[in-house]
């Protein structure tokens, strides 16, 4: 089955500088990659997502490339703020037909220092 | 969180006891997933349903049931609680639009369940 390895498990910037998180995956067939942001005592929330056929996708600060010859995938937030401080989830699924099964990533806990 | 409440927030019990959680939903999707999350592991899938009555099983499914009498409730139940059930829990729900089977996933706020 997929295996969705996530790194690093913690990161530290100063406000202003950029994070990156990374995965990989190891099931060719997948075609969803989604992110998702987790604050304290909140559910996980989706913040971007890319498809397969796209190599790149951007939000304002945020932005995540995928390289599907190699499995990987990253998160890439810029210009970051206190309030980017949260645990970031990647995800994986084979998106077709029935269901979206996700598998995550084991998480990343981003802390932006002021 | 998207018209999705979970019930109960918190819960302790005892080991060996029953215990149902519940997710309801306001959005009338058809798939609903049962997650639960502990540290190191991410959110792990228990199981999942993608309609009324119609369920499946998901990567930690044992130990656990689930129910879907309605589209919009979708309940988990522990049967006899066990200290390594101890843990976060979280429904997610979907749809899928004719253009493009939609994969987006949006979670609920959670509940933390202890068992003793």
Redesign the interface.
């Known amino acids: 089955g997929e295996n969705v390895e996530q790194h690093p498990s913690t990161l530290s910037v100063q406000e202003g500088d950029s994070a990156v998180i990374k995965c990989t995956y190891s099931d060719s067939a997948s075609n969803y990659f989604p992110w998702y942001k987790q604050e304290l005592g909140k559910g996980p929330q989706l913040i971007i997502d890319i498809r397969s056929n796209v190599g790149e996708k951007k939000d304002q600060r945020i932005a995540v490339t995928l390289n599907k010859t190699a499995k990987h995938f990253s998160l890439h937030i810029t210009e970051t703020q206190p309030e980017d401080s949260a645990v970031y989830f990647c995800a994986a699924s084979m998106c077709s037909g029935n269901t979206g099964k996700l598998i995550f990533g084991q998480g990343t806990t981003l802390q932006v220092k002021p | 969180?998207a018209g999705?409440t979970q019930s109960p927030r918190h819960k302790v019990t005892e080991t060996g006891t029953p215990v149902t959680l519940r997710c309801h939903q306001t959005e009338n999707h058809r798939?609903m997933?049962w997650y639960r999350q502990d540290p190191?592991?991410?959110?792990?899938?228990i199981h999942?349903s993608?309609g009324v009555k119609d369920t499946?099983k998901?990567?930690v499914s044992d130990g656990y049931s689930v129910s879907r009498s309605k589209t919009e409730d979708f309940l988990l139940t522990l049967e006899s609680a066990t200290s390594s059930q101890t843990s976060v829990y979280?429904c997610a729900i979907?749809e899928?639009s004719l253009a493009a089977?939609l994969?987006?996933?949006?979670?609920?706020?959670?509940t933390r369940l202890t068992v003793l």
């Open positions: 969180d999705i798939y997933y190191g592991h991410g959110l792990r899938l999942y993608y499946d998901g990567e979280f979907s899928e089977a994969c987006e996933q949006f979670f609920g706020p959670g």
